[in-house]
């Protein structure tokens, strides 16, 4: 009796003690927010919301746990300095820190992608370059002059030198965005194209990807920006011809961030650009989401090209910020999510680029469900597709999409 007695007092102090220690002493302990995502907030107590509360006190406990950023970065430094394993979460840890971002999701497999285990066969080719030719079409039949598709290639596919031994190549020959942008080109009038061959060239003399970010750094997004202008207007300024500065502040990252090494690691630092707009100013307007998140930005500037761009991306759209609104009057920007018919119908665009990165299949492959679900034409077919959806996953039993 006397020995549950204590086993009673040590289970409760071991809930209890810990909150005492945090809340005198939180202040010294890592308290930032390095999920990459708003973490959750307590629930309202009242009776409409009372059969939610368990589920949505679970979740703020687990966002809020006492210690739980540096109980994390005590479990990955076991991991990595004890284990050796590269891999945490869906980060992987290559030479010289160099972080990878490559989730094993369905739709977004960059570890697929890496170890090019998922190339497309022929015919899944010919019905991806179908639904992107729907959409340039679409395009093109409401008064678009120029439609272009780019996949920015994944960190992985132009610093694979810097991956650790694990995980190893599986497949051989060409990456499944090698083999489907060769299948473009040879089969398909759509201006289409991978970045991975263009920028490559560029890898050895600059560093275009951050260290410990999923993304581009200011010289690849230049680099980027001038080889899309070079093909929508027919000049460029190369970055050869800019003067490019090393900046001095830490340049640290998401992926960092994911791994709770976010102030350990900081010896990248970001590069600042000088004359490359050539007096050129703009004005911005931009639109947030409820999380934050910019879903639509405006540019107008004292451009010499008239021509409005829309640019419609994920988030690797906003690499070209900072320098697409010098070539056109007005651009536009909108998360690929939140594009529809309205903003094409408001802003009248007379060129239209899409670009996505290449780890996330899922825009691409169903590109012509994505980009033109909310469109006034397919009013229809979305109550269709709403309602087979609905009725296949209540059949099923589960959430289900085409």
């Not at 120029?146 to 190549?169: C, D, G, I, R, W």
């Amino acid at each position: 009796m006397r020995k549950q007695k204590i086993l009673i007092v040590l289970f409760a102090g071991s809930l209890v003690l810990p909150g005492v220690v945090w809340a005198g002493f939180s202040g010294r302990f890592d308290t930032e927010n390095n999920e990459n995502r708003k973490l959750a907030e307590f629930p309202e107590v009242n009776l409409e919301s009372l059969g939610d509360f368990p589920e949505q006190f679970e979740a703020y406990y687990k966002d809020h746990v006492p210690f739980k950023n540096d109980l994390v970065k005590f479990c990955n430094f076991i991991d990595t300095e004890f284990f050796r394993n590269t891999k945490i979460g869906d980060v992987v840890i290559g030479e010289d820190n160099w972080l990878f971002y490559l989730p094993e999701r369905e739709g977004e497999n960059a570890m697929a992608d890496y170890q090019k285990t998922n190339v497309y066969t022929l015919e899944q080719s010919a019905e991806i370059a179908s639904g992107i030719a729907k959409v340039r079409d679409w395009f093109l039949n409401r008064g678009v002059e120029q439609f272009h598709y780019y996949v920015a290639p994944n960190k992985e596919t132009l610093y694979s030198k810097y991956m650790p031994e694990k995980p190893k190549v599986i497949g051989i020959g060409d990456s499944r965005m090698e083999t489907f942008a060769k299948y473009m080109k040879e089969n398909s009038d759509v201006e289409f194209d991978f970045l991975a061959d263009y920028l490559r060239e560029f890898t050895e003399k600059y560093q275009l990807f951050r260290k410990y970010d999923t993304h581009m750094n200011n010289l690849g997004g230049y680099i980027t920006n001038e080889k899309i202008v070079q093909d929508m207007t027919g000049e460029s300024l190369p970055i050869e011809d800019i003067q490019v500065m090393i900046g001095t502040k830490p340049c640290r990252g998401d992926l960092s961030r994911m791994i709770g090494r976010y102030k350990e690691l900081d010896d990248d630092r970001e590069y600042g650009l000088k004359y490359f707009h050539d007096g050129i100013r703009y004005k911005v307007k931009k639109e947030e989401s409820e999380g934050g998140e910019e879903i639509l930005k405006v540019f107008k500037s004292n451009s010499d090209n008239e021509k409005t761009l829309m640019v419609i991306g994920d988030s690797f759209r906003l690499r070209l910020e900072k320098y697409m609104p010098y070539r056109y009057q007005k651009t536009i920007f909108v998360r690929i999510d939140d594009f529809d018919q309205e903003l094409l119908d408001k802003y009248e665009p007379d060129d239209v680029i899409v670009i996505t990165v290449e780890r996330d299949q899922r825009y691409m492959e169903k590109s012509w469900i994505v980009i033109l679900y909310r469109t006034v034409e397919s009013k229809w077919y979305n109550m269709i597709y709403q309602s087979l959806s609905g009725i296949i996953g209540f059949v099923c039993g589960k959430n289900f999409s085409f």
